[in-house]
């Protein structure tokens, strides 16, 4: 029966303004420290998870980037849910029981608002692990902080009894002269503090709300969406109240708790100058008394002979206010929304979509990487294995694998209306490989050194499939010669070797492995639609099968990478390693099966393998890293550029097989991955292939193998724009 704090927030700040804005509210701000009041109130209560529960933090999605980067910044782990829209305190509150009672039936929940000074945690945690006990018997707890000067700023409570007691009344905000009375009445302020059991609320909102708690049970998604999900657009049906109509007001099980412990809401500038720690940025203040400046970094404030002020800057708009009437601010901004409606918020650029985006791209590929890679990435046919990020060719050995890319590659854009000189690489290409690479029964070797003498006679699946695939894309892209009895040739030989059931055997020190079967069946789905042989949707029917009873983790919905000879999961460290760019590459090539087949297995299991992939997709970066572990823990957090593309090419694809409600999601993954390629990206034609968990790139030149990543990214993105009606035109090469 763990405990599950619940950080809320919403909430705009109004009164804070020009400080605090919708798109950085004030819980967001330092208004009494150095922290922000969400980073102080994470402190305050994550410690009360340690025994079993979790952190929950529900938010926006406007405010998803300063929720993840404020945590990391403290070393807070949480699940974080993000609102599509605000809906009010009660369908936000439903969203994190429900989310608690899908892990903990029994779990109990902290909900604390996340803009509120609470100067004591220990304070805080006590009185919160108090009404824990009670919220277990069923009782709903909120906290009753003790006034200390008459206000009109809060609501009140008007308990039955001392301590912990039954709720008389809940009363609103009274005028001065009200609010001395409940004083003396021994009335209580009400913090908005709530401690329940997920169970207990959700009940009550069952039987109180129920169109509340139907549209939240709807909008939640599934427990493999990982520590940051987003609740479906079911969550906007939900009715726009706070808890306190929808449920306390009504609820026979309203107990109040009260605390001493210093406690404020922060809810104008008048109690941010109270804590002490209001002032922010460079002042002066001659002959000023009860003052407080506030200005961004490069701003003085000077103030000379007054009294009673806040003087707040912020770079597009000056309050300067009375502290006595600091509530009244709220008033100017109502009259901003008429007389100058751009000083409501801060100008936020958008981020970029995905049609901008693939315009963008398609440029980007035409005019700078394809015509580099043509130039400086070969020599009459021999391809460079890595370009300096000067664009100069790095003396490497050439592998075979990443000759069959670039042919692929250049055959592929070639299709696409590429205007460069396509045919003459795939042509030289195709020459190089047979003349340096095949080896007299037809197979690639693995490696050339630099001089182009073979190196390693080896002979790979994987490079094999690569073959394969290269031949296919230079017959449908019309290129001459004898291209699929060539393939056939490979494949002959491959299954030759093989054992008649199960897997293909890779060589090396994984010889039971997913990666290899992963490339064959690209290949095979290439050649279905550009040869004849029935052969190759029979091998592709064989890794299928294989892939969804042996690679795929029945429970789980993961793919593993190793295996043993029985393709049962490797023992060790290799059985638990899960790559989430390999989730995202297979889900690309089942959905593509399933829907070539009319195979609603293939399909779930694609999907399957994406929700599991986009486990690994770093909240804070937004990046896909490079390894999980089969409980889905990171690690290793590095994260290489080809995943990025996998992620994008995986959401395109489901996008166009799913129907609109799913659709838009998957579209809007989709353009997230092409903001994640975006990073990788030079100005020139150029990558950086590996970014560390610090934000940093390793300096290193550019690996052509990367190339077929981004040009599939790219080729799936023409493909979905098409099928799904999507504004991206023009996303052709030429």
């Avoid at 919708?22 to 109130?41: A, D």
């Avoid at 604390?112 to 709903?140: M, N, W």
């Avoid at 003052?291 to 000056?318: K, Q, S, T, W």
């Avoid at 299991?605 to 490079?626: E, H, K, N, T």
Wanted: charged share 20%; with cysteine.
């Amino acid at each position: 029966m763990g405990i599950y704090p619940v950080i809320m927030c919403g909430g705009a700040g109004t009164r804070l303004w020009p400080a605090s804005r919708p798109s950085r509210p004030k819980q967001f701000i330092p208004l009494s420290g150095n922290r922000s009041l969400f980073q102080e109130t994470a402190l305050r209560v994550a410690p009360l998870s340690s025994d079993g529960g979790r952190l929950i933090v529900v938010g926006g999605v406007a405010h998803r980037d300063a929720i993840l980067s404020q945590l990391a910044e403290l070393g807070v782990e949480a699940q974080v849910l993000l609102e599509p829209e605000a809906r009010d305190s009660a369908a936000a509150m439903a969203a994190a029981a429900a989310w608690t009672a899908r892990l903990d039936p029994t779990g109990v929940n902290v909900f604390v608002a996340s803009d509120h000074h609470i100067p004591d945690h220990q304070a805080f945690r006590d009185a919160a692990l108090k009404a824990a006990e009670a919220a277990r018997a069923g009782q709903i707890v909120t906290l009753g902080v003790r006034p200390d000067t008459p206000s009109s700023a809060y609501g009140y409570i008007a308990p039955e009894g001392q301590g912990l007691s039954a709720v008389k009344a809940f009363v609103e905000k009274p005028d001065a002269h009200t609010a001395e009375r409940y004083i003396a009445d021994g009335y209580l302020w009400n913090s908005g503090n709530f401690i329940v059991s997920a169970a207990t609320l959700l009940n009550e909102l069952r039987h109180e709300a129920p169109a509340v708690a139907a549209a939240v049970v709807a909008a939640l998604p599934p427990i493999e969406a990982g520590d940051l999900a987003t609740l479906s657009p079911a969550f906007s049906s939900a009715p726009k109240i706070s808890i306190d109509y929808a449920v306390m007001e009504k609820t026979r099980h309203a107990s109040v708790l009260a605390v001493d412990f210093a406690w404020s809401d922060l809810g104008a500038w008048d109690a941010v100058s109270a804590t002490g720690e209001g002032d922010l940025g460079a002042f002066i203040f001659e002959d000023a008394e009860n003052c407080m400046a506030r200005a961004p970094e490069g701003v003085m404030v000077a103030a000379i002979g007054v009294r009673n002020l806040a003087i707040i800057v912020e770079h597009d708009a000056v309050l300067v206010c009375d502290m006595n009437r600091s509530q009244e601010v709220k008033k100017v901004v109502e009259r901003l929304k008429t007389a100058s409606p751009q000083h409501l918020d801060f100008k936020n650029p958008k981020p970029e979509g995905l049609a901008d985006g693939g315009r963008r791209f398609a440029d980007w590929l035409r005019m700078r990487a394809l015509p580099l890679w043509a130039s400086a990435g070969q020599d009459q046919g021999a391809f460079a294995e890595l370009l300096g990020l000067d664009g100069r060719s790095v003396a490497a050995e050439r592998r075979a694998r990443v000759q069959a890319r670039q042919i692929h590659v250049y055959a592929e854009a070639g299709r696409s209306g590429w205007r460069g000189p396509w045919i003459g690489l795939v042509q030289q290409g195709l020459a190089r490989l047979e003349a340096d690479y095949l080896r007299a029964d037809g197979l690639m070797r693995t490696l050339l050194d630099e001089e182009g003498r073979p190196l390693d006679e080896t002979a790979m699946v994987y490079d094999q499939a690569f073959l394969m695939l290269a031949r296919a894309s230079a017959s449908l892209a019309g290129v001459e010669g004898d291209h699929e009895n060539s393939a056939l040739a490979v494949r002959q030989a491959l299954l030759q070797h093989a054992p008649q059931q199960g897997g293909l055997i890779e060589k090396g020190d994984h010889p039971y492995q997913s990666n290899a079967h992963m490339h064959l069946l690209e290949a095979c789905l290439a050649w279905e639609i550009a040869g004849e042989d029935a052969g190759w949707a029979q091998l592709a029917d064989r890794i299928v099968a294989l892939a969804l009873e042996r690679f795929i983790d029945a429970e789980g919905g993961f793919l593993r990478e190793y295996f043993d000879a029985d393709w049962s999961p490797a023992a060790g460290e290799d059985g638990r390693l899960v790559e989430p760019g390999h989730q995202f590459e297979w889900a690309w090539l089942l959905a593509r099966y399933g829907r070539a087949r009319g195979d609603a297995t293939a399909l779930a299991a694609a999907r399957r393998l994406y929700a599991f992939g986009r486990r690994g997709i770093a909240s804070q970066r937004q990046v896909a890293v490079d390894a999980l572990n089969a409980d889905g823990a990171v690690r290793n957090p590095r994260a290489r550029l080809w995943p990025q593309t996998e992620w994008m090419k995986a959401a395109l694809i489901l996008a166009e097989v799913s129907d609109d409600g799913e659709r838009t999601g998957f579209l809007e993954d989709a353009a997230a991955a092409q903001r994640a390629l975006w990073l990788y990206l030079t100005p020139d034609g150029l990558w950086r292939d590996k970014l560390l968990e610090g934000g940093d790139f390793i300096d290193e030149p550019a690996p052509a193998s990367s190339l077929y990543h981004i040009l599939g990214a790219y080729l799936q993105l023409q493909v979905t724009a098409k099928a799904v009606g999507l504004n991206a035109s023009p996303l052709r090469l030429n």
